[in-house]
């Protein structure tokens, strides 16, 4: 098993490698950029993609070939001087290869530098967004699993009962409902939009939250996280729901289940004694993939919704303002994450397992 978890780990290297270098070759034909951004904001256009020309992209083209200020919409009229200094403060005086390898370099070290239009460390940034990137990812995760698992179970002992039936359709239906048609509904209901004042707005805190009791701020982090949370998992636990049934009933009709009954054993013993262990496998060894997902995606409208600033809106926000160093790092600690999160669900599989063998499996 040192032998396969030395492989994965190695071979994380040219996967990193590859999905910067996609990437940035994509950004170099991006239309827009930084330096194309402060110059529109100069003629009074509010863009983040405003269009660049020659043919290149966002941060393409290399200072000290021609006349600079003819290769960016809305320089002429600038001093050449003023538009090579913008060049030089984002870093586009040096050629496309040079820069690749510089934050290859720096990335190595997790050093992501600072956000081109905030002016502060992009490792800062990222550490104010995660409490709320995970609140949302962690308690989605885990009330979409206290729902599946044990409504799974139960649909696959009732398989084809009215209870499967009618349950089969409020889980495809809650699937069905995009998740933020959901929030605003839930805002309506709940935050004084039409009927009732319950819950907060905005936020993942009160403006107090510092002066309270240690209870006092449970109650009112779980206050504020409630509607986004609920809202969140309405679709998230429909796959995770036939997954466990599916599993289930697969595993029901096997030999060994029908020669435990046979034996004389309960139908609970027999369900929760044999076949949730095998029938769970490959369910829980998919939790921490589901719990990336849920981390860092589908999270955005939710935040800007709900008004919480987390990695989704940082991450949407930079992408619209060409904010590459923060749009680079996010990229970089996402696919980071996910292939971890691969190696430690293969783990997780082989613990709850232990006939599966990593020595014998090819990367």
């Not at 160093?325 to 600690?333: G, S």
């Amino acid at each position: 098993m040192i032998a396969y978890i030395a492989r994965r780990l190695l071979f994380m290297i040219p996967t990193l490698f590859g999905i910067l270098l996609i990437n940035f070759g994509i950004v170099q034909f991006a239309p827009g950029g930084p330096v194309e951004r402060i110059l529109a904001q100069l003629q009074g256009v509010e863009s983040g993609a405003t269009a660049h020309i020659g043919g290149g992209g966002g941060e393409v083209g290399n200072a000290g070939s021609g006349d600079v200020s003819s290769k960016y919409r809305g320089a002429q009229g600038l001093d050449p001087k003023f538009i090579a200094e913008l060049e030089k403060q984002f870093g586009f005086d040096k050629p496309a290869y040079a820069r690749f390898l510089l934050m290859l370099k720096n990335y190595a070290t997790f050093d992501f530098g600072r956000s081109y239009f905030r002016d502060v460390p992009v490792l800062q940034l990222i550490k104010e967004k995660l409490p709320v990137s995970i609140s949302l990812g962690l308690w989605m995760t885990l009330l979409s699993y206290a729902i599946s698992i044990p409504l799974g179970i139960k649909k696959a002992v009732g398989d084809g009962s009215r209870f499967d039936v009618w349950s089969s359709a409020v889980v495809i239906t809650g699937y069905a409902i995009p998740s933020f048609l959901f929030a605003i509904l839930l805002i309506v209901l709940f935050c004084g939009g039409s009927f009732w004042q319950i819950f907060p707005l905005r936020g993942l805190t009160s403006e107090n939250w510092p002066q309270l009791s240690l209870a006092g701020k449970i109650a009112d982090y779980f206050w504020h996280i409630a509607l986004p949370v609920v809202s969140m998992t309405l679709g998230a636990f429909a796959t995770s729901t036939f997954l466990t049934k599916n599993s289930f009933l697969d595993e029901i009709a096997k030999q060994y289940v029908q020669t435990a009954r046979m034996k004389g054993l309960s139908e609970r013993r027999v369900l929760y004694g044999h076949v949730f262990r095998n029938a769970m496998m490959i369910v829980v060894s998919g939790f921490p993939g589901a719990f990336i997902a849920a981390f860092f995606g589908g999270s955005l409208l939710i935040e800007t919704i709900f008004s919480l600033d987390g990695l989704g809106l940082l991450s949407f926000e930079s992408i619209v303002n060409r904010d590459y160093p923060v749009v680079f790092a996010d990229l970089y600690i996402f696919a980071l994450l996910g292939l971890f999160v691969n190696l430690l669900s293969d783990l997780t599989y082989m613990w709850i397992d232990p006939r599966v063998d990593f020595e014998t499996r090819e990367v």
